[in-house]
């Protein structure tokens, strides 16, 4: 399930909101760990708050909180420094 960030608005009226996220609707603009591509929001790589629709799948160009930028990848912070992170749902077998 995608979590719009506060304040975004989410609708079926395609006038006003241009933009589609698949699967959750019409958005006006693309929000943060997503990407335009002709009128979709694609999502970018689990961590980043941005990225390009010619990298989406290898290249962050900007990290969400608590995720530090290492070579065009983001990783959550405490695992870039060196210590544990906790195993989200994506590293569980």
């Known amino acids: ?3 719009l960030p506060y304040g975004t608005a989410c609708g079926t009226d395609s006038a006003t909101n241009d933009k ?3 699967g959750h609707g019409w958005v006006a603009a693309c929000p943060a760990g997503y990407v335009e591509d002709s009128k979709v929001c694609k999502a970018c790589l689990p961590g980043c708050a941005a990225c390009t629709v010619a990298d989406i799948a290898a290249k962050c160009t900007k ?3 608590g995720w530090l930028l290492d070579s065009d990848k983001c990783t ?3 695992t870039a ?3 544990a992170a906790p195993c989200d749902a994506s590293c569980k077998a």
């Open 63 to 65: 990290c969400a909180e």
């Open 76 to 78: 959550k912070a405490a």
């Open 1 to 3: 399930m995608v979590m």
């Open 81 to 83: 420094a060196g210590g």
């Open 20 to 22: 589609l996220i698949v």
